[in-house]
């Protein structure tokens, strides 16, 4: 797997787990919707979209080559 | 209170059909999926309980959404965030990362099974260590994990059953042997065909509730203050951060070393239908947000948390509180029965994953070695009804059904402990047996005695930083592997285990 797929997997486990000290809070609210939740929620479209990410780079790279 | 635009639903004749109704159509739909997608006979084992691995993109979204969000996050969920405020929120980064981690290990994992003919996580393990009593620790470590979670879907529904009035033990009883009808019948496919119109339903359902329950509140900035005037927290409170993200990490590395969601990803046709599944399957997540959000809404409404404490419902009653407050019964029969169904399709799925695993790991290997496909199958159809009779007992126990969130963590602990076996196994041969199994052992000893020091009300761990039990005990579990494996090395005795070839792992993309 290439550095930068691995790195688009990680980066959600990076802000959701290290960062609970920062998004534990309720301001700025979005909508309103406290910071805690309305950021939560956008971390599952952006994990969403990394994931998608990931899969085309690797369908790109791999063509119809078998991958490991 | 806000009684006045409210009235609590009283349920006529046709709620009671469109309810019974609604459930009975899911049930046929489960018995005539014996018919669905056939190619070879159900006298077999792969056919019976893995469908053939020939399921697609659209089947497997449907069938590991149908496990995972099931009656347990349609009740537990909101109910948690309304006794506990902030803190049920974190089963949202958990169905979160859990996505990425499937990307990661569940293709390796779909192609050795396919290229090796496995059908559950034993069957590799048992490969990959040549130790069939491995196989046999992780297999019953999953079957163990998985009973409190059917139970849960059991326990999830009584406060429906209760709402409208019907005797609630006849009817559980009643429902779940039809669930055990039907997965004896159709396998696999029985649940796989019922999570369509398990989905379809619940889907209408919360998206009317998130629509209609703020407009009728005064939107959500309006429920959110009200719910902190009524006193719910609304985040976590900061000793609980540790906890919070520990227990989010350690349940979406859980996830699928259970065996229900390992036989839907098995059940897959190709590596590539699990990694568009892991972009897809977070639609769910969002579903799950929006139940999470009617745990606020629900104490809005009642001016207090769900606590059990001063005259207030306990945590499970919030969603049909919200629900029976705000609609008309119609609409409560509707989603109720929505959310029955929500647990007729994972309880199935669990007891045939549960059943499978009894038959290839323990009957096998260790009852009848010489056992044909056929005979397998019809093993796993009994072990079906045995465990779903089992479940059934175990949800009439009453303390049960308090802190019904806790139970799933309990089974979450457990079954982590299999995470060196079944996915750090795909990517070393360094691994032997006795670290892994030792590894399992002493983490297992190690958890159960932390949660009995926390009384088994709390899966945090107060000694040190409010911790997940289960994540400390992968942490012990990792270390005792590790040096064990260190040990074995430095005098050579290290030599690579199995008859499992890298080629095996390999799928075309």
């Keep these: ?68 | 209170m806000k009684e006045g635009k409210m009235v609590i639903s009283m349920y006529n004749d046709l709620d009671y059909i469109l309810f019974f109704g609604l459930i009975g159509f899911a049930i046929v739909v489960g018995f005539l999926a014996v018919f669905w997608k056939r190619v070879a006979s159900l006298e077999n084992e792969l056919e019976y309980g893995l469908a053939g691995r020939r399921f697609g993109t659209v089947i497997v979204w449907f069938l590991i959404g149908g496990d995972i969000y099931t009656a347990y996050t349609l009740i537990a969920v909101p109910g948690l965030e309304a006794s506990a405020g902030g803190l049920a929120m974190f089963a949202v980064p958990y169905v979160v990362l859990v996505y990425p981690l499937v990307y990661i290990f569940m293709p390796k994992l779909w192609a050795v099974s396919k290229n090796k003919g496995y059908i559950t996580a034993g069957d590799y393990v048992k490969d990959r260590f040549s130790s069939r009593f491995l196989a046999l620790l992780v297999g019953l470590t999953g079957v163990v994990a998985e009973m409190p979670y059917i139970a849960l879907q059991i326990v999830g529904i009584e406060v429906l059953l209760d709402s409208m009035k019907l005797p609630v033990e006849l009817s559980l009883i009643v429902a779940f042997l039809f669930v055990a009808g039907f997965t004896l019948i159709s396998g696999l496919r029985g649940p796989a065909l019922t999570a369509i119109v398990k989905d379809v339903l619940i889907w209408a359902a919360v998206l009317t509730i998130i629509i209609v329950v703020p407009i009728k509140l005064g939107g959500f900035g309006t429920i959110f203050s009200d719910a902190k005037v009524a006193g719910l927290n609304l985040n976590i409170s900061p000793a609980l951060d540790a906890g919070y993200v520990t227990l989010a990490f350690g349940s979406a590395l859980a996830l699928f070393l259970y065996p229900h969601a390992f036989t839907g990803a098995l059940s897959s046709k190709d590596a590539n239908t699990i990694k568009k599944n892991s972009s897809l399957l977070p639609l769910y997540s969002v579903l799950l947000l929006f139940v999470t959000l009617l745990g606020v809404a629900a104490v809005a409404v009642l001016g207090m948390p769900f606590d059990g404490k001063h005259g207030a419902p306990a945590s499970s009653f919030a969603f049909p509180y919200l629900i029976e407050h705000m609609f008309p019964s119609w609409f409560s029969s509707f989603a109720f029965a929505a959310v029955v169904i929500g647990s007729i399709v994972p309880s199935s799925i669990m007891a045939l994953a549960s059943a499978n695993l009894i038959t290839r790991n323990l009957y096998l290997e260790y009852i009848n070695p010489k056992a044909s496909s056929a005979r397998q199958s019809v093993v796993t159809r009994i072990m079906v009804v045995v465990v779903i009779l089992g479940a059934l007992l175990f949800s009439f126990v009453p303390a049960a059904s308090r802190q019904i969130i806790f139970l799933q963590t309990f089974g979450g602990a457990f079954v982590l402990q299999t995470l060196p076996a079944v996915f750090l196994s795909l990517y070393t041969r360094k691994l032997n047996k006795w670290s892994v199994g030792i590894g399992w052992f002493v983490s297992l000893v190690i958890t159960v005695i932390m949660l009995v020091q926390m009384n088994l009300t709390v899966s945090f761990y107060k000694y040190f930083f409010e911790v997940y039990i289960g994540l400390i005990g992968l942490g012990i579990n990792l270390l005792v592997v590790g040096l064990i494996t260190l040990v074995m090395y430095l005098t050579k005795h290290v030599k690579e285990e199995g008859t499992i070839e890298e080629k095996d792992f390999e799928y075309s993309s």
């Design chain 1, 1 to 68: 797997m290439k550095v930068i797929n691995i790195i688009l997997l990680a980066i959600p486990f990076i802000v959701l787990l290290f960062g609970i000290t920062l998004y534990n809070r309720s301001s700025p609210s979005l909508g309103g919707f406290p910071f805690f939740y309305w950021f939560q929620m956008l971390w599952i479209f952006l994990t969403a979209l990394f994931t998608s990410i990931v899969y085309l780079n690797e369908r790109r790279e791999n063509g119809d080559k078998h991958v490991q």
